[in-house]
């Protein structure tokens, strides 16, 4: 069903309040739909110009969000971008991304009920990245660009609403993350030495895509004085190597982020497998930065084979295979690259934007042309 | 756990305190509002072996009186 008068009829499609932003604010609070923020009022009007960027029935599913189970409808997801403040044309791209989130090798269950502070980061490639103007340099990952901020917020407003990753119920998280409101860029193709992410991960070039990674929040790595790529790399490693990194008991995907000066470094002595296979075998720790329990109740019995009559020197890894290892080029000018360690039982899920027919999407517009054509 | 309930098996999930609301919710959301949730100690992580084998002792206990209650 795609006439939107008719599923707002239906049983709590839809609520009455009065005509006021403080009020609809109070009534959206009252329901627990909500990151805290004040919202964008979720009008018929408002909701209906971000399905018109909707090819798909709008009351069908598109994906199931943990820990709730919830049915992530176009419709639910649309009222929920309108919420975060999306402008209409965002909305294929929110869509992808709770589709790729939702894929099962992410465990969004555990991404999202776990006590560890991860949060879905989404890494944007392609043409409708630059035709969003998803911010992928200076400040990718800071305020300033709307797209950034309003489809990472709806994204997290729908994890909340209908995947219910509500604190102290469905997110049990320690902490929480600065990461939980909005945690979305592009990746920076135009100053990468090196293919985007999306080819080097099994799409054409000409595809549009989000590659989504269940991350904490990123780890500057400040290096002003290497001149070469095992320089950069070797200062890489060692902001890798924590102890209290997820990642080392899991065959987890950590993320390595490079500002472009520090990739073109890089890539002048390294491919980027290359890169990987030197960050894996560097970025190590003797199992004597360990205490005592972690090494006889953890790393024993994770990794027994391994460790069982290890010294103390014994390397342990921050990451068990280099081709695990992802790298992205994000960011302006500046010496600096960044580590994104992450939930460890999670692995990375990369989904091109196709219209319903299957094709590849090449715009944004194409959602809506297919739509008045049919 | 949930389809093992369904087929009338005597099941039970083991929490700790602050994981309650979660597994009631998760109950829910499976179609087993009723399925027991046995409460131990929290923290379970960073425990000393005896003091993870005191709180198996409470959830064994209360998982015996399960059996008993569903014994034919």
């Not at chain 1, 971008?81 to 989130?101: H, K, N, S, T």
């Not at chain 2, 709180?55 to 008993?68: G, N, P, Q, S, Y």
């Amino acid at each position: 069903m795609s006439n939107l008068a008719q599923l707002l009829a239906m049983p709590g499609a839809s609520f009455d309040t009065d005509d006021d932003f403080d009020a609809v604010n109070a009534l959206l609070r009252d329901k627990g739909w909500s990151d805290g923020l004040p919202m964008v009022p979720p009008t018929e009007q408002r909701v209906a110009a971000m399905l018109a960027y909707c090819d798909r029935p709008w009351d069908a599913p598109i994906a199931k969000i943990a820990p709730r189970w919830g049915e992530a409808t176009p419709l639910r997801l649309a009222a929920n971008a309108v919420m975060a403040g999306c402008r209409p044309e965002y909305f294929p791209l929110l869509m992808l991304a709770i589709e790729a989130m939702c894929e099962e090798p992410l465990n969004l269950y555990g991404v999202q009920a776990t006590t560890h502070l991860c949060a879905p980061l989404v890494i944007v490639n392609g043409p409708v990245a630059r035709e969003l103007d998803i911010n992928a340099g200076h400040n990718a990952f800071g305020p300033g660009h709307q797209a950034n901020a309003t489809i990472g917020r709806a994204i997290r407003l729908a994890l909340v609403n209908i995947g219910g990753a509500i604190p102290a119920l469905g997110d049990m998280s320690t902490f929480g993350s600065p990461a939980k409101y909005t945690y979305l860029v592009a990746e920076n193709e135009a100053e990468s030495p090196w293919e985007p992410l999306h080819v080097e991960r099994g799409l054409p070039r000409e595809a549009s895509a989000v590659t989504v990674i269940g991350a904490e929040c990123l780890h500057n790595v400040n290096d002003h004085e290497s001149l070469t790529a095992e320089g950069i790399l070797m200062t890489i490693a060692g902001t890798m190597a924590t102890t209290g990194a997820n990642d080392i008991f899991y065959a987890a995907q950590p993320l390595v982020i490079m500002a472009p000066e520090h990739a073109r470094t890089v890539a002048g002595g390294f491919t980027k497998a290359e890169a990987k296979l030197f960050l894996q075998q560097h970025a190590t720790l003797p199992m004597s930065k360990f205490s005592r329990e972690n090494i006889e109740r953890r790393l024993k019995v994770t990794y027994k084979d391994r460790y069982a009559n290890a010294g103390l020197d014994a390397p342990v890894y921050a990451v068990q295979k280099a081709e695990d290892l992802l790298i992205a080029v994000v960011g302006g000018a500046g010496k600096h690259s960044a580590v994104v360690p992450t939930f460890g039982a999670t692995k990375a899920v990369t989904r091109a934007l196709r219209t319903a027919d299957g094709k590849l999407a090449r715009s944004v517009a194409d959602f809506k042309k297919q739509r008045v054509a049919s | 756990m949930a389809d093992l309930r369904k087929r009338g098996l005597t099941t039970a999930v083991i929490c700790s305190g602050p994981f309650l609301k979660l597994g009631q919710a998760q109950a829910r959301v499976f179609g087993v509002p009723d399925l027991p949730l046995l409460v131990i100690q929290h923290p379970l992580g960073g425990q000393a072996l005896d003091q993870v084998k005191a709180r198996a002792d409470v959830a064994v206990a209360e998982f015996v009186k399960l059996l008993r209650r569903d014994a034919p």
